[in-house]
């Protein structure tokens, strides 16, 4: 973690310096900025593709009038692929494995922003507060998140999760831990780089005082970096809540996700292939293009990207 936080601040330079510049009206350069990032595939293609998953996650049982993810009977278990009624088949209590891939994914989805939002959220202001004030505050904040960065991500988030029980939102809660040191750290480095800059001493000499700065001009020069780390983020939670619910930590049974619902398709791999790979595919779509579109916006921010 600490390797890659290192990589996105070291290439950061460029994207900050096209953020500074606070000349033109603020919207237009706003606009222009986002077709620049839309513009290119290698932002466009994954976010097209993560678009995708979210509405039919979210869409999709209405769309394709689905049953309920627990509606199944025990007349209808195991029916195969392509079955009238049930295109990806049923599971061992009947349900219909497509209703639960699609209301798992909600699960899973809702879990991997919320994780990364309370991370972004905490890790960003205390990584501003820190960079910026400097002296006591940042060795009183740095030390802190060192502690939280001394233990195994997943097993603090599975230590956390088995305490406070099984729910989505303790999962939720469970997994925030896991970015927030590494979204302080990232932070903190990119506010050090910002804090001698021109503008920002402008600021000062205009009679800004440091929380006026702080809110003001930090967040938006520090937003490439952060967003393209968050993107990161949102697929290696999506995949931590996975794991979580594959060793029985996370999401109970029946609720689905995608994390149990390749756990309860394992016992059946051998005859039933489709319980396991279906599930597994999703995650595997979902968490990859999270990855290519962090690696898009890194490269578009920095110049890189044609």
Request: aromatic share 10%.
């Amino acid at each position: 973690m600490s390797n890659l936080v290192s990589a996105i601040v070291g290439s950061d330079e460029k994207s900050l310096s096209g953020f500074v510049d606070y000349a033109g009206p603020r919207a237009s350069r706003r606009a222009r900025t986002v077709v620049r990032y839309l513009s290119n595939r290698e932002v466009s293609i994954p976010l097209g593709v993560l678009l995708l998953v979210v509405f039919f996650c979210f869409a999709g049982p209405y769309i394709f009038d689905l049953p309920g993810p627990n509606a199944g009977s025990l007349s209808q278990i195991y029916l195969p692929l392509g079955s009238a009624g049930h295109l990806f088949g049923t599971d061992a209590d009947g349900n219909d494995l497509l209703s639960r891939l699609l209301y798992g994914g909600r699960i899973s989805i809702e879990v991997g922003l919320g994780a990364t939002s309370i991370g972004f959220a905490i890790g960003s202001t205390l990584g501003t507060l820190a960079g910026y004030l400097g002296g006591f505050v940042d060795s009183l904040i740095m030390r802190i998140l060192d502690i939280f960065l001394g233990f195994p991500g997943l097993i603090l988030a599975l230590a956390i999760a088995t305490y406070l029980g099984a729910s989505v939102r303790n999962v939720i809660f469970a997994l925030s831990f896991f970015s927030i040191p590494a979204y302080g750290r990232l932070c903190r480095a990119n506010v050090m780089r910002l804090k001698g800059r021109d503008f920002i001493a402008a600021a000062r000499a205009m009679g800004g005082g440091a929380w006026y700065v702080m809110r003001r001009h930090i967040p938006p020069n520090i937003l490439p970096a952060m967003l393209t780390f968050a993107f990161m983020q949102i697929g290696i939670a999506i995949l931590a809540e996975a794991s979580l619910s594959y060793l029985g930590a996370g999401v109970k049974v029946p609720t689905p996700t995608w994390g149990n619902l390749i756990s309860q398709g394992q016992s059946d791999l051998a005859q039933r292939p489709y319980l396991v790979l279906i599930p597994g595919a999703m995650l595997f779509i979902t968490i990859l293009s999270c990855n290519l579109l962090a690696n898009g916006l890194r490269t578009v921010a920095t110049g890189e990207g044609s």
